[in-house]
Antibody
């Protein structure tokens, strides 16, 4: 059974940093692209970033480019999202998702809430 | 980058059929057969219902179907059931200059089963 478990969310002040993790199990993690998608309270889904299977290629939404960094450790079956220079508008539930055939988020974790507030 | 355009809300009675549309551009919906649809119940993670415009993952009811014409994709739910009440999101691969190789989501459609 595919399982994705996010962690690392919490309350952080504007300008602060946070690193999210996503522990994967039930599939060959190193063979799949992975995505981060966020959802602000009461709002829709917004794609944040993706990374290919061997970490040679990444892509970011314009709103986070230069502030967020996606990475992975295939030996640990773990996906990461380093978030710097956080803003109030980054407040959201952050989901990690497996990328079926790369660009199709198929299985999703339950999400971790990030709140940026003073 | 702009989100794909979806109607904010749609409603139907049990047993009826409804259709949700999703409009993009030639850089996303119109340019590729990589449209997906997700169902999200309150407080839950999204669930993939349709991929590659019209394919259903294993375990998804055949009451759910997808199609595309030009820059607009559609999700049809037939034989509406109470448990279908949820938010639905479309998504597409995009080759836009801003988010090359990324994913665009629609703004979401709230389905109410009357």
């Amino acid at each position: 059974e595919v399982q994705l478990v996010e962690s690392g969310g919490g309350l952080v002040q504007p300008g602060g940093s946070l690193r999210l993790s996503c522990a994967a199990s039930g599939f060959t993690f190193s063979s799949y692209w992975m995505h981060w998608v966020r959802q602000a309270p009461g709002k829709g889904l917004v794609w944040v970033s993706r990374i290919n299977s061997d970490e040679s290629s990444t892509s970011y939404a314009d709103s986070v480019k230069g502030r967020f960094t996606i990475s992975r450790d295939n030996a640990k079956n773990t996906l990461y999202l380093q978030m710097n220079s956080l803003r109030a508008e980054d407040t959201a539930v952050y989901y990690c998702a497996r990328g079926y055939r790369g660009h199709i988020p198929d299985y999703w974790g339950q999400g971790t809430l990030v709140t940026v507030s003073s | 980058q702009s989100a794909l355009t979806q109607t904010a809300s749609v409603s139907g009675s049990p047993g009826q059929s409804i259709t949700i549309s999703c409009t993009g551009t030639s850089s996303d919906v119109g340019g590729y057969n990589y449209v997906s649809w997700y169902q999200q119940h309150p407080g839950k993670a999204p669930k993939l219902m349709i991929y590659d415009v019209s394919n259903r993952p294993s375990g998804v009811s055949n009451r759910f179907s997808g199609s595309k014409s030009g820059n607009t994709a559609s999700l049809t739910i037939s034989g509406l059931q109470a448990e279908d009440e949820a938010d639905y999101y479309c998504s597409s691969y995009t080759s836009s200059r801003v988010v090359f190789g990324g994913v665009l989501f629609g703004g979401g459609t709230k389905l109410t089963v009357l």
